[in-house]
Each structure stands twice: as structure tokens, then as C-alpha cells.
Antibody, heavy 127, light 107 residues
Framework: EVHLVESGGDLVQPGGSLRLSCAAS????????MNWVRQAPGKGLEWISY????????YYGDSVRGRFTISRDNAKNSLYLQMNSLRAEDTAVYYC????????????????????WGQGTLVTVSS | DIQLTQSPPFLSASVGDRVTITCRAS??????LVWYQQKPGEAPNLLIY???TLQSGVPSRFSGSGSGTEFTLTISSLQPEDFATYYC?????????FGQGTKLEIK
């Protein structure tokens, strides 16, 4: 069974740093792209970052680019999000999500989707 | 960047009703659209991908349609467990984007 477990959320002061982790199990972690999505209290979902299977392709949302860094360790089945220069508006529950599909093989195309999500970890940025 | 506009933002309905939620993209995204259901305090749950493919384990009362810029999620006969917030997401290009959500409430 696929499991994604986030950790590292905490209360941090504005300008501070935090590193989130997402531990994966139940699937071949190195075979899947991964993503971070966040949700501010009472608000909608916001995609923030993507990392390819090997970690050589990265994308970020405008709100976090230059401050956050996504990475992965396939040997440890783990995904990370290094968060620097934190702001009050970064306060949110942070989810890791597995990306599936998005390719064609042998004439069959597999549409992209985020098919498994962790339970989330809360980051609060406040003085 | 691709913007997704969901409507309506709030929907009040009764058990047994048929409801439809619309998601419009600011530019064409082929069929690279997914729908999620989220209940309070829980992570999103994938319902539909590829605009119309039902995720394994999702009840058949959920269906999706559309391509290009206009998409719909339909629940054919609402059940008590369906009252939740629904989000669309485009996976056609980066940055990925979500609709603002539709909160489905009991009338």
C-alpha cells in the first residue's frame, strides 16, 4: 500500500527556515515524480513545486521561487522541501503528492494525476 | 500561466440531487484536467483524471467530461458522504494550477 508521510512542520519566526520531509513507502519511489502542494488555513489548494524522478528537473510556483528548494533522495525514499526566508503568508498545511502518468507507451497514453497524497504537515510562520 | 475558474464557489443541494461543477481554463489544456474531493481535515482525494477517467475505487455516480477549456464534474445522485469541497487542477503545463474550489453543502 502506498504511504506518504510528511514531517518537519513547526512554528517558525518570519525570516526563518524550515525543512520538510516526506517519507514514501509501498511503491518504487525512484519511478515517480513528486510534488508539494500547500493549503493556507480556510483557503484552497496551491501547487508549489515539482521534481522529476531523477531530480534533474525542478519547477516552482511564483510565490516560492527563489526561497524554497525541492529535492529528493531516492536511496532513502524521501522527498524534501527546504523553506527559507519564510513569511506569514507561507503559513499552511504542506502536502506531498505522488505524480503518476503523463506519458505514452506502446500507443497507450496515461493521463497525469496526483494519485496519492500524504496527510500534511502544518507550518506556522509567526512572531 | 493557466488560470482555472470553478463555478459555482458554493453549492447547496439535497441527498439524491444531480449536481454539476464547472471548471474553465484560461487556455486550452487538452484533457489534462483532474478533479479532487477534499473533506475537512483530510488530504485531497483523486476522483477523475484525464478529464473523464474515474480513479479506481471512486463510485460511478461521479463522472467528468470536457476538453480544451471547459470541463465538468457531475455527481449523478448525491450521497451524504459527498458533501465536501471539490477542486479541479490542470496538469498540462507548469506552473500547475488549481481551481479555487466548490464547497458542496447540504440544503
Amino acid at each position: 500500500e502506498v504511504h506518504l508521510v510528511e514531517s518537519g512542520g513547526d512554528l517558525v519566526q518570519p525570516g526563518g527556515s524550515l525543512r520538510l520531509s516526506c517519507a514514501a513507502s509501498g511503491f518504487t519511489f525512484s519511478g515517480y515524480a513528486m510534488n508539494w502542494v500547500r493549503q493556507a488555513p480556510g483557503k484552497g489548494l496551491e501547487w508549489i513545486s515539482y521534481i522529476s524522478t531523477s531530480g534533474d528537473t525542478l519547477y516552482y510556483g511564483d510565490s516560492v521561487r527563489g526561497r524554497f528548494t525541492i529535492s529528493r533522495d531516492n536511496a532513502k525514499n524521501s522527498l524534501y522541501l527546504q523553506m527559507n526566508s519564510l513569511r506569514a503568508e507561507d503559513t499552511a498545511v504542506y502536502y506531498c503528492a505522488r505524480g503518476s502518468g503523463g506519458y505514452c507507451n506502446g500507443g497507450t497514453c496515461y493521463p497525469p494525476r496526483y494519485d496519492h497524497w500524504g496527510q500534511g504537515t502544518l507550518v506556522t510562520v509567526s512572531s | 500561466d493557466i488560470q482555472l475558474t470553478q463555478s459555482p464557489p458554493f453549492l447547496s443541494a439535497s441527498v439524491g440531487d444531480r449536481v454539476t461543477i464547472t471548471c474553465r481554463a484560461s487556455q486550452g489544456i487538452s484533457s489534462d484536467l483532474v478533479w479532487y474531493q477534499q473533506k475537512p481535515g483530510e488530504a485531497p482525494n483523486l476522483l477523475i483524471y484525464g478529464a473523464s477517467t474515474l480513479q479506481s475505487g471512486v463510485p460511478s455516480r461521479f463522472s467528468g467530461s470536457g476538453s480544451g477549456t471547459e470541463f465538468t464534474l457531475t455527481i449523478s445522485s448525491l450521497q451524504p458522504e459527498d458533501f465536501a469541497t471539490y477542486y479541479c487542477q490542470q496538469l498540462n503545463s507548469f506552473p500547475r494550477s488549481f481551481g479555487q474550489g466548490t464547497k458542496l453543502e447540504i440544503k
